[in-house]
DNA sequence: GTATTCGTTGAAAACGAATTTCAATTACAG
DNA sequence: CTGTAATTGAAATTCGTTTTCAACGAATAC
């Protein structure tokens, strides 16, 4: 067995015809660790343990796990593309503070219920939002 | 006289000890007519009528444009920053059908108050924030 | 086991949007 | 006017993302 992110995963792998190799198994297990990685972050953090995994080899698994379900692409504006394990399917938005960087996640389930409202007021489906609210956070005010 | 935009732009210049070109009026009138450009579209959308404006001097503006806050910048994860003029500070958000490109805009103070309060439950001030819902339109689901 | 196949890897190259450089030009204060 | 400093447009550069390609490796066939 493994953990959520891996069965998920190693069932799509396994779907598409594709190979399950050491270096994604490297790169998931490290993004699982991380926050909010960059692909420049996550390879990085793997750097020091595993010298021979390629930053290519690491944005393609990123990729994959987008692709699958268990990453989400994040943009918050600081101009790359930021990845964060999906957890179990609870999702969150973001309070970003622009001095500092800090992220604090919320759920606000009264929210998610009146975005409802205005896609279908608007005869819209909504697949997926994004709400970010920039600001400063308590110690950089 | 001029739009509201071509005043507070003017004095934002004039308060900068920057200068009032031609080219940057041109700039300014033909953004106004557009909706959600890129630098690109809004390139592209004077050629015909000024091929002598170069995209450097486009970029330049669109950024001087959203420094004194007649533009907001905009992304829509189609890889590009957009510009989006302001019309007299009333904020919107959007909804952007991932098929055909359409954007519907939309306000609802209910979850601006409600974004508010999330906010002030971490201490934190907002200075911005987005919210967009991905998703079809009527015509393409 | 060995061969064949086909996906994977990592380094380097290519890509594309954003930004900067620089020499010529222009706005505008004095 | 004149001098000075900002502006311009073409080209070059930057920087994150994506692709290429030859070597490699996992899965399957023989
Ligand atoms: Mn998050
Ligand atoms: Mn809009
Ligand atoms: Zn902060
Ligand atoms: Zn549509």
Redesign the interface.
């Known amino acids: 067995m493994g953990s959520y992110e891996q069965n998920i995963f190693r069932k799509y792998i396994a779907d598409q015809g594709l190979k399950t190799t050491l270096q994604r198994e490297i790169i998931l297990d490290e993004f699982l660790r991380l926050e909010h990685p960059s692909t420049e972050d996550l390879y990085q953090s793997l750097r020091s343990k595993h010298q021979n995994i390629g930053y290519a080899t690491v944005h393609r698994a990123l990729k994959l796990f987008a692709e699958c379900g268990i990453a989400t692409v994040r943009?918050f504006?600081d101009g790359a593309q930021r990845f964060e394990p999906c957890r179990e399917d609870r999702h969150h938005d973001h309070?970003v503070?622009?001095r500092c960087g800090l992220i604090?996640e919320?759920e606000?389930s009264?929210?998610e219920k009146?975005?409802q409202q205005?896609?279908k007021s608007?005869?819209?489906?909504?697949?997926?939002?994004?709400?970010?609210?920039?600001?400063?956070?308590?110690r950089c005010?």
């Open positions: 943009n504006g309070l503070c622009t604090i919320f606000n009264q929210i009146l975005q205005v896609a608007h005869a819209f489906t909504v697949l997926d939002h994004r709400l970010e609210l920039y600001g400063l956070c308590e005010k």
